[in-house]
């Protein structure tokens, strides 16, 4: 499910869009959905980042599954670097962070 958010980051992420494909590669769970919920500031430690804040929507049990309510934070530039990972799962939550980052050349 990690390499989907590669497939997101190419979006161009218009708040209160909802984006779907069928390109997931597990055909049974497709459509995948992404709703582009808000536009938001963050602080993690790696620094501060506007963001783009969405919703990926699988139908699969994961993360990303319907019932997980997982956000994710990408920047709100054309580069989209995700910054922050939310979600909420069965048995507990997964909270993901950017800690460093370095602009390449």
Not at 14 to 26: A, I, K, L, W
Not at 27 to 33: F, T
């Amino acid at each position: 499910d990690g390499s989907f958010l590669f497939f997101v980051r190419t979006l161009p992420l218009e708040v209160g869009h909802t984006y779907e494909s069928s390109r997931y590669f597990r055909p049974e769970s497709n459509p995948i959905r992404v709703r582009v919920l808000r536009r938001e500031t963050i602080e993690v430690p790696a620094g501060k980042f506007d963001c783009v804040v969405v919703q990926p929507v699988i139908k699969t049990k994961g993360i990303f599954s319907a019932n997980g309510r997982a956000e994710v934070w990408l920047s709100d530039d054309p580069r989209h670097i995700l910054v922050q990972l939310k979600s909420a799962l069965s048995f507990g939550s997964i909270n993901l962070y950017l800690r460093s980052y370095k602009p390449g050349t």
